[in-house]
């Protein structure tokens, strides 16, 4: 055997291996946008399933807005921008509902420079067994809790998702519980 035969059957190798582990990612992948039960993906279903209580709303507060982030997240800061100026639209608005806006990290240092003092219009917490009850395997991803503490919906946040218009399509009256990848 040449030389250059086996380099040819090494490079076919890591081809094919190449191509099992991109279609086994994009398998978890669609297992998770469908929020199907732990198989493919190895995580449980979020929806239906009771939120530790660090993320549920508080007294008088209808839903809460929890963002799971990272700090090795590129799009992470872009997502959290924008639950801030959301958030910020809500409280201008006598009118609506209260929601609660929280963003979820491992380490207050994942995300420096954000808000993170309770009480405020949003706020960054750092819970590290509530993060891992609520990963999925990806990030950012924007979940509604409930009033009762029940997480009523998922959203796996891409860079071509709108962010603002799923903020407020999960915050408006009308809203919507159901499981997407936006």
């Not at 297992?31 to 009771?50: D, I, K, T």
């Not at 549920?56 to 507060?61: N, Q, T, Y």
């Not at 839903?63 to 201008?92: E, K, N, P």
Request: proline letters at 6%; hydrophobic letters at 50%; glycine letters at 10%.
């Amino acid at each position: 055997m040449s030389l250059s035969l086996a380099v040819a059957l090494i490079a076919l190798l890591f081809a094919l291996f190449a191509l099992v582990a991109l279609v086994a990612v994009h398998a978890r992948v669609r297992a998770l946008e469908a929020g199907r039960g732990a198989g493919l993906s190895g995580y449980a279903a979020l929806v239906g399933r009771p939120a530790p209580a660090s993320v549920h709303p508080r007294a008088g507060e209808r839903l809460a807005i929890v963002a799971v982030l990272d700090g090795g997240c590129a799009l992470c800061r872009s997502v959290w921008d924008t639950v801030d100026a959301v958030a910020a639209d809500r409280a201008g608005d006598p009118a609506g509902t209260p929601v609660r806006f929280v963003g979820l990290v491992d380490r207050v240092s994942d995300l420096p420079g954000l808000p993170a003092a309770p009480g405020t219009r949003i706020e960054l917490l750092a819970d590290i067994t509530a993060r891992a009850d609520l990963f999925e395997g990806y990030s950012p991803t924007l979940l509604a809790v409930d009033a009762a503490g029940t997480i009523v919906h998922r959203s796996f946040v891409y860079p071509d998702t709108d962010v603002r218009a799923l903020l407020l399509d999960l915050t408006g009256p009308d809203r919507r519980t159901e499981v997407t990848g936006a």
